[in-house]
């Protein structure tokens, strides 16, 4: 098989999903948003539910999500995607709306909205990429960034004494009876997001089936906030972050694992 | 039918809004303007018409909700008082920036800070002056009575859709708490998802068919160029309201010599101080700018050429004042006159203010 065999459609494993438009990522190379996105846009497709489907995008590396993803998308403020979501899907319930936040978005200033709208059981998906780190505003420290690692923010690195612990919002929320189902997965290797995407379906899936909210926590990396080259911060987040965000299914059908 | 009825300001506004067909309203309980979440919570909207309501968890999630579904194209809205609309304020920026129609009800009571529960009008300036961060402005009705309070909703939604832009409704402690009778407009159905698709399909997020592009709801531009657009095409939209839907009153105001201005509760007010001068032979009159912005600039300037003196009445230390000084091109002396705390002028004050401020 030669290289113009491989690249054959056919033979692809991984390719561009239809729904992801043809603008240039503004993702660094080796950022997990990029793979993240593209799974998304390939569960939308493969379910055939685009013409149903509102997508919300935070503040963050991945603001312009709608600029990559060929499906509506309203643009939220720093953090309230969850109460944005929350309306959409309560005045369009027939609709499929999922909300898209990194960790600064999702754990630090939409702390409460998040809570909320879990504890609602609003029919959501939420998609969480946990990089630990404030990748946009240039690397400060997040909620979930660890202990001893280094960020802007935390330069002599995170100090539980001072800066608290990184916080776990994923185990916290899926105490809540609202929530539905809940898993972390990654996205770095193909087997891994393999398993991000049947995730990703199942939790549409629930949307479909209106059995309340799913929560999707993907461990990804930042090279860039962690100033290392794209394969170093795989190596790093599977030896660092794994041991504190220990990837699988927290909450499955209502059931706490 | 239309319908007769004995009601709160608050609750009249919440029953208005069920039958102006309103999607949504998200709020949170405040003092005092409580009465239209826990009015429409009892009325069961959702069994009447299909209304969703909700108590939102905080003010910031409650306009973030506002703002969710009308990116989506639905009729929906919000009320608070003066610390919640302080909360309010960074929705409301993304409402007005990302072009989307919403109404948004303040119950003004006196502040800074925690403030008073009791009446005030001291939140003029971040009504009219934008408030939250960046350049934009609200299209501000301030009813001055029950009637207006139910009236107001269905008017406030018609130039929410016009210029897709946010909408306030600046009430007051007094007119959201006291009862008085109210004509209350028939039923209007809610739109249907299908007639909403038809109606605002062309921008809102309602699901992207193959049809057409995606539509984006977003008030971000990172090009300057198109952000620069972006802030022109607004003031475009503010200049067009100025010259299609300024709305004011003025009452005995052909010959007169002395004028007051207010507007809201005060404009009750210092209606009955007109009556009250002239009783006395002095010839007052008193205009009420219904829409405080668009402000009624250039019947000020007009009746600047006819009048000795002009005395600002409202309950603040002094707000919009400022704008009837900057309308009048120093014509003639402007003055301002209220009191603050919670505390309401009686018309024997305002006619006292106006012969010391004013005619000396
Ligand atoms: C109200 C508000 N506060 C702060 C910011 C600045 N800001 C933009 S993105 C960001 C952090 C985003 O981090 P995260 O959610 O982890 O996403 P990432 O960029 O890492 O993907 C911050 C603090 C803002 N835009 N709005
Ligand atoms: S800064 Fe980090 S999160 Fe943002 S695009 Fe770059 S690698 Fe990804």
């Known amino acids: 098989m030669n290289v113009l065999d491989i690249i054959k459609p056919e033979n692809q494993v991984f390719c561009k999903s239809k729904l992801m438009t043809d603008t240039t990522l503004s993702y660094c190379p080796g950022c997990g948003h990029g793979t993240a996105h593209n799974l998304t846009m390939e569960v939308i497709d493969e379910l055939g539910i685009c013409e149903n489907t509102i997508g919300v995008a935070p503040v963050g590396c991945s603001v312009l999500a709608y600029d990559f993803m060929n499906i509506d998308m309203t643009q939220a403020a720093h953090g309230r995607a969850p109460a944005v979501a929350t309306a959409i899907a309560r005045t369009w319930p027939k609709k499929y709306v999922f909300t898209y936040q990194g960790d600064g978005d999702l754990a630090a200033i939409g702390t409460a909205e998040t809570i909320h709208a879990c504890n609602r059981g609003e029919n959501i998906v939420i998609i969480f990429i946990n990089n630990g780190i404030y990748g946009m505003t240039g690397g400060q420290m997040a909620p979930t960034t660890l202990e001893g690692m280094h960020s802007s923010t935390s330069p002599y690195g995170r100090e539980i004494k001072t800066m608290g612990s990184p916080l776990k919002i994923t185990e916290l929320i899926s105490n809540l009876p609202g929530v539905y189902y809940v898993t972390r997965q990654a996205v770095h290797t193909h087997k891994h997001a393999r398993k991000t995407k049947k995730a990703i379906k199942k939790a549409f899936e629930n949307t479909r089936l209106k059995k309340g909210l799913s929560f999707i926590e993907i461990v990804s990396n930042c090279n860039s906030g962690w100033k290392m080259t794209p394969n170093e911060a795989n190596i790093w987040m599977e030896e660092h972050m794994f041991p504190y965000f220990p990837l699988g299914d927290i909450k499955v059908n209502g059931i706490l694992k | 039918m239309s319908e007769l009825k004995l009601m709160k300001g608050n609750e009249a506004l919440a029953e208005a809004a069920i039958r102006a067909g309103v999607d949504a309203y998200f709020g949170y309980p405040i003092t005092p303007q409580s009465e239209v979440i826990e009015y429409l919570m009892t009325e069961r909207p959702e069994q009447r018409t299909g209304m969703v309501v909700l108590q939102a968890e905080s003010e910031l999630a409650a306009i973030n909700m506002v703002?969710?579904?009308?990116?989506?194209?639905?009729?929906?809205?919000?009320?608070?008082?003066?610390?919640?609309?302080?909360?309010?304020?960074?929705?409301?920026?993304?409402?007005?920036?990302?072009?989307?129609?919403?109404?948004?009800?303040?119950?003004?009571?006196?502040?800074?800070?925690?403030?008073?529960?009791?009446?005030?009008?001291?939140?003029?300036?971040?009504?009219?002056?934008?408030?939250?961060?960046?350049?934009?402005?609200?299209?501000?009705?301030?009813?001055?009575?029950?009637?207006?309070?139910?009236?107001?909703?269905?008017?406030?939604?018609?130039?929410?859709?016009?210029?897709?832009?946010?909408?306030?409704?600046?009430?007051?402690?007094?007119?959201?708490?006291?009862?008085?009778?109210?004509?209350?407009?028939?039923?209007?159905?809610?739109?249907?998802?299908?007639?909403?698709?038809?109606?605002?399909?062309?921008?809102?997020?309602?699901?992207?068919?193959?049809?057409?592009?995606?539509?984006?709801?977003?008030?971000?531009?990172?090009?300057?160029?198109?952000?620069?657009?972006?802030?022109?095409?607004?003031?475009?939209?503010?200049?067009?309201?100025?010259?299609?839907?300024?709305?004011?009153?003025?009452?005995?105001?052909?010959?007169?010599?002395?004028?007051?201005?207010?507007?809201?509760?005060?404009?009750?007010?210092?209606?009955?101080?007109?009556?009250?001068?002239?009783?006395?032979?002095?010839?007052?009159?008193?205009?009420?700018?219904?829409?405080?912005?668009?402000?009624?600039?250039?019947?000020?300037?007009?009746?600047?050429?006819?009048?000795?003196?002009?005395?600002?009445?409202?309950?603040?230390?002094?707000?919009?004042?400022?704008?009837?000084?900057?309308?009048?091109?120093?014509?003639?002396?402007?003055?301002?006159?209220?009191?603050?705390?919670?505390?309401?002028?009686?018309?024997?004050?305002?006619?006292?203010?106006?012969?010391?401020?004013?005619?000396?």
């Not at chain 2, 062309?202 to 193959?210: D, E, I, R």
């Open chain 2, 67 to 360: 703002y969710g579904a009308a990116s989506t194209g639905k009729k929906v809205m919000t009320s608070s008082s003066s610390p919640g609309i302080s909360l309010k304020l960074e929705g409301i920026s993304y409402i007005a920036g990302a072009e989307l129609p919403a109404v948004i009800v303040n119950v003004v009571r006196g502040g800074p800070g925690l403030g008073t529960i009791q009446p005030s009008q001291a939140d003029y300036f971040q009504s009219v002056k934008g408030g939250g961060h960046g350049d934009y402005k609200l299209y501000v009705l301030a009813p001055s009575s029950v009637q207006e309070m139910a009236d107001f909703v269905e008017d406030a939604f018609k130039i929410a859709f016009k210029y897709r832009a946010p909408v306030l409704i600046l009430s007051d402690g007094l007119i959201g708490q006291m009862m008085e009778k109210v004509n209350l407009k028939d039923q209007q159905k809610r739109l249907t998802d299908e007639e909403v698709i038809k109606l605002n399909g062309n921008w809102a997020t309602t699901g992207k068919p193959k049809t057409r592009e995606r539509n984006i709801i977003t008030s971000l531009d990172l090009q300057s160029e198109k952000m620069e657009a972006r802030v022109h095409r607004l003031m475009k939209k503010y200049e067009r309201m100025e010259q299609e839907d300024l709305r004011y009153e003025e009452y005995q105001t052909e010959d007169a010599e002395y004028l007051f201005v207010a507007y809201g509760s005060s404009a009750r007010i210092a209606q009955k101080a007109v009556q009250l001068a002239r009783a006395k032979g002095i010839k007052a009159g008193l205009l009420r700018p219904i829409t405080l912005f668009p402000f009624p600039k250039k019947v000020l300037l007009n009746l600047a050429n006819q009048v000795q003196g002009i005395l600002s009445v409202e309950l603040n230390a002094g707000q919009m004042v400022e704008d009837v000084r900057l309308s009048v091109e120093h014509k003639v002396p402007v003055e301002h006159f209220g009191r603050t705390g919670g505390i309401i002028h009686t018309p024997e004050e305002v006619l006292e203010a106006l012969e010391q401020k004013i005619i000396k």
